[in-house]
């Protein structure tokens, strides 16, 4: 018998009502003798207008009694850009040091891809998530005046490259096709490019068995679109991954579908499961987000915490229901957690 | 009548077959009153084997007595990553104050998109060209030790985006629907982004015809794939426009048809034309390469000095051309010049 002490963020805009068909699916597809213990935690844009507070210190400590966090959506137009962005979800994967942000790229049978041929795309991203140009290091000067100056610095280790990296070609390894590419910037962003390059050739030279190839990002876009099934697995920055992360998800059917997981791979804190997507402010509250990304962000979960055949499950769950939308009326938010934890219980 | 001084820097690769195409064409379309003074200029990984050089100051300072530069590619693997980036197309990009980097996306007539469903795309990136992520500064400390850190350092001022911001602003008016897109990561890169940002919008308040909106850059992929023709102009930092404008490329036929200018409107320096297109060292000196790209670039050329029929009969029979490839066995690229070559003199 085991416990899992799960924090949930259900966050602003349609966060809620994916988050509570996440749980939905997990609490159908745990076994008999486990169960969760959720806490959940009122974080995003009301808490914000009612109190100023992010993320308050007390609860950055309550959440690292827990074996893992679910969240979300974070975001509303009513606040301004980047506060809760930094100050919640940014804060979230920074103290917990959340340094794999892992985004896979599968398009599953009978999802239509915006790209012509049905492609074949199964890859996975491996997206550094504590450095790069993310960290907020940068100001500005003379503010507000025609001689305003803005800065912003990427700040990159050795040893925050390395782990994720290494992290990454592990991945690559126990993969059937055990490729690994490397994506950034290095012939104009040479400082750090050339040392994620360097630092890259080095682990190489410890997983014989994965071949490996290097991409500018902007080639890389090009690739998303011309030839994604030449991706098994990538590592690359902060930045780049987000970008390429959203491509990857509007090729593999949108961001509807994408799931993602800040992963501490020490378990020294929580790691954090998020879909990509934003709160989508706009169809909040009517039943119509598609909580798949969420269900799928929860089997990213439970695969982490070591429950390997339950995410299987929910994996298989959203094939076959995926496979089955074909032609039909689109269904509403619970319908679908409801159907996924039938087949997940089934 | 007239004489245009124009300095050639075919470079590396397949730069010196696409750029005699290129000055092909424009032999054809110029007006029988009017003739081209070319200098040739051998830069690239060449002359860095042979001499050490990327661009010397004696050869800088002539390519400022000209009235434009057309340049094919630079760029080879057996030069370190960054070398002839950063010391000769970038150092051009800087000296000559190229701010506005211009990158056209139009899907056309006949041309098979990676996208389903055929999509309409016809809008223009306008990349900031001098500031950003690119201007070099940075560095690495311990280099080489397990203690390496490396920074890149953003700098953005309110001079250098106010310019590029009304010049696409300028631009959007003068097209049919008048929108301009503003990208940026503002909700991460709040340093830089609000300052774009908040310039955008005074700005705007300049153009009330223009109508506006903003996308942050991951979100902007998602719409490039699954709705390209939402965009009329979009103004971007130069890394999102660097991205950017490969995606643009490949979604519109690939980058053997991707034409842009690095424009300085001031006309203190010559502006400089290039493909989008790389050195492609796979493909070089075997006739496989589309000059159509540079032979769009020059147009573009043509276009800025002045020469607006001729850069609209460039257009136009590239327009011809491409519609009547579909099915034909592929041509070589002195067969596509010819062939455009006799469209705008006939
Ligand atoms: C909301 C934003 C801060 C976030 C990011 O940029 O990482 C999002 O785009 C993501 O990809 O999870
Ligand atoms: C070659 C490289 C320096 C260049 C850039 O990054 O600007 C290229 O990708 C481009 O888009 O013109």
């Given at each position: 018998?085991?416990?899992?002490?799960?924090?949930?963020?259900?966050?602003?805009?349609?966060?809620?009502?994916v988050?509570?068909e996440g749980?939905k699916v997990l609490?159908a597809v745990?076994?008999?003798?486990?169960?969760?213990?959720?806490?959940?935690?009122?974080?995003?844009?009301?808490?914000?207008?009612?109190?100023?507070?992010?993320?308050?210190?007390?609860?950055?400590?309550?959440?690292?009694?827990?074996?893992?966090?679910?969240?979300?959506?974070?975001?509303?137009?009513?606040?301004?850009?980047?506060?809760?962005?930094?100050?919640?979800?940014?804060?979230?994967?920074?103290?917990?040091?959340?340094?794999?942000?892992l985004r896979p790229g599968k398009l599953f049978p009978g999802v239509s891809s915006?790209l012509?041929?049905e492609p074949q795309i199964d890859f996975v991203?491996?997206?550094?998530?504590?450095?790069?140009?993310?960290?907020?290091?940068?100001?500005?000067?003379?503010?507000?005046?025609?001689?305003?100056?803005?800065?912003?610095?990427?700040?990159?280790?050795?040893?925050?490259?390395?782990?994720?990296?290494?992290?990454?070609?592990?991945?690559?390894?126990?993969r059937p096709r055990?490729?690994?590419?490397?994506?950034?910037?290095?012939?104009?962003?040479?400082?750090?490019?050339?040392?994620?390059?360097?630092?890259?050739?080095?682990?190489?030279?410890?997983?014989?068995?994965?071949?490996?190839?290097?991409?500018?990002?902007?080639?890389?876009?090009?690739?998303?679109?011309?030839?994604p099934e030449?991706?098994d697995?990538?590592?690359?920055?902060?930045?780049?991954?987000?970008?390429?992360?959203?491509?990857a998800a509007a090729v593999t059917g949108g961001i509807g579908l994408a799931a993602s997981g800040?992963?501490?791979?020490?378990?020294?804190?929580?790691?954090?499961f998020?879909p990509v997507h934003?709160?989508?402010?706009?169809?909040?509250?009517?039943?119509?987000?598609d909580p798949t990304a969420t269900v799928l962000s929860v089997a990213m979960l439970l695969q982490?915490?070591?429950l390997v055949d339950e995410a299987a499950r929910i994996e298989s769950a959203v094939a076959a229901d995926l496979a089955e939308r074909i032609g039909k009326?689109p269904r509403?938010t619970?319908e679908v957690g409801d159907a996924l934890a039938a087949r997940v219980a089934g």
């Open positions: 018998s085991r416990t899992l002490r799960l924090a949930v963020i259900p966050g602003d805009g349609i966060g809620q009502e988050v509570a749980l609490a745990l076994p008999a003798d486990s169960k969760v213990e959720t806490t959940e935690y009122d974080l995003g844009a009301r808490r914000y207008h009612a109190t100023g507070e992010t993320l308050p210190d007390s609860v950055l400590e309550e959440l690292k009694h827990n074996d893992a966090i679910l969240l979300g959506a974070i975001g509303d137009p009513s606040v301004p850009s980047g506060v809760l962005e930094r100050g919640l979800l940014l804060k979230l994967r920074f103290a917990f040091d959340h340094h794999v942000n915006p012509a041929g991203v491996v997206r550094e998530g504590t450095e790069g140009p993310y960290v907020g290091n940068g100001g500005t000067l003379r503010t507000g005046t025609p001689e305003e100056i803005a800065t912003e610095v990427s700040l990159n280790t050795a040893f925050g490259i390395e782990r994720v990296v290494r992290d990454a070609f592990a991945r690559a390894q126990a055990k490729k690994l590419t490397l994506v950034h910037k290095n012939n104009v962003l040479v400082h750090a490019g050339h040392l994620w390059t360097r630092i890259f050739n080095a682990v190489a030279a410890e997983f014989p068995e994965v071949s490996t190839d290097y991409l500018h990002v902007d080639a890389a876009t090009i690739f998303f679109v011309t030839q030449r991706f697995v990538i590592v690359t920055d902060n930045l780049f991954g987000d970008i390429l992360t959203d491509l800040n992963i501490n791979p020490s378990g020294a804190f929580p790691s954090m998020e934003g709160s989508a402010p706009d169809i909040a509250g009517q039943g119509k987000a982490h915490l070591g009326a509403s619970s």
